[in-house]
């Protein structure tokens, strides 16, 4: 029997940042188990093949790019955009049944994001919100970990932030956020959880962003959307001011952005980015919050991939859930549902 996908295929994934895909050389990445070649086109379209190539499977990003193809490192095929062989250098004409495998792919909040699924169900507006990213109102950058785990296991660490005041105590964590609970509803591919801590002291990163004394509402709402995107809507504002009730003008708001490709089961690309409504075009203050944000989700890869390894040693022990794992257990079921459907489809 196959073994159980631990991910749906037909969504679409990161596979890189925007400026990672240029026209001077192929990319490759894997996603979803799929070894994958990008590149740009003079038009500035992005292309994505299988990276192996029609005659003997060479991978196509060893290769270069000549006008908008790719050319193959071994024998010269070159293929186009939509996985077409237009060239074999050897010969006189070209075999039209020569073609590679193409993938569907929309740039969109300076993300690439790539369809490993079903070609017929890849509609771009199915990509998860992540527009924050490139909006003139907002601020801040970003960058990608390569962790050796399951993409689940960030699914449930975002889910549960009260692993921040044990895991992140010198900096985003306090014993307020363990000790106060969470409310979480869904809806279709989404969960969301959210926390109001009003009236706390401020931990010392929220502290230096406010910029004042004293204690403060703070708040995390955090918006799981299925398979592997979660949004968090975090900020803290002067206790009192109205943040409870809808007004964070005194506050200072950012948006934690993550989206956790997974390259293979037990590894992944891990896509965030820091964004802030507040101090805009300051270039110094979006470096040190991606530096600062990059040294906390450190702490987050070293959990992880511990975890991961505790994991492959019981492949039959179960994770076990509390309280606080009520957002990952439903993203979970999300995820498993999508699995369960595709493999259904498959086998009708
Ligand atoms: S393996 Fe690519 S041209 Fe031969
Ligand atoms: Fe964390």
Redesign the pocket.
């Known amino acids: 029997m196959e073994k159980t996908r631990t991910f749906p295929l037909n969504a679409w994934y990161v596979a890189a940042w925007s400026h990672e895909v240029g026209r001077r050389a192929p990319l490759a990445r894997t996603v979803c188990n799929k070894q994958m070649v990008f590149w740009r086109k003079s038009d500035g379209a992005i292309a994505a093949l299988e990276d192996a190539c029609w005659h003997r499977l060479l991978p196509l990003s060893m290769g270069w790019l000549e006008g908008d193809e790719v050319v193959c490192r071994y024998h010269g095929l070159a293929f186009d955009g939509k996985g077409q062989c237009t060239r074999m250098p050897s010969q006189d004409r070209s075999n039209p049944s020569a073609r590679v495998r193409s993938y569907p792919v929309v740039e969109r909040f300076r993300f690439v994001w790539v369809w490993p699924g079903d070609l017929a169900l890849a509609d771009p507006a199915l990509v998860p919100d992540l527009h924050w990213n490139d909006d003139p109102e907002w601020e801040g950058d970003g960058t990608t970990m390569f962790a050796k785990c399951d993409y689940r296991l960030f699914v449930d ?2 889910m549960d ?1 009260t ?2 005041s044990f ?2 105590a010198t900096s985003i964590g306090n014993k307020h956020v363990a000790e106060t609970p969470m409310t979480t509803t869904h809806s279709g591919r989404t969960v969301t959880s959210t926390r109001w801590m009003p009236d706390i002291d401020a931990p010392p990163f929220w502290r230096t962003q406010l910029g004042k004394p004293g204690n403060v509402d703070r708040w995390q709402i955090i918006r799981f959307e299925a398979p592997c995107t979660i949004v968090l809507d975090v900020g803290v504002a002067p206790v009192g001011t109205g943040a409870l009730q809808g007004d964070r003008s005194k506050g200072v708001n950012g948006r934690v952005l993550n989206t956790i490709t997974p390259e293979t089961d037990t590894t992944c690309m891990y896509f965030w980015s820091l964004m802030r409504n507040y101090r805009l075009r300051d270039q110094s203050l979006t470096t040190q919050l991606r530096e600062a944000n990059a040294n ?2 450190i ?2 890869q070293i959990v992880v991939e511990a975890q991961q390894r505790a994991i492959n040693e019981r492949p039959d022990q179960a994770l076990r859930n509390l309280n606080i794992d009520t957002g990952a257990m439903r993203a979970r079921r999300i995820i498993d549902d999508m699995i369960a459907s595709e493999t259904q489809t498959a086998a009708a």
């Open positions: 660490n975002l932030l692993h921040e895991v992140h906390i989700f702490e987050d």
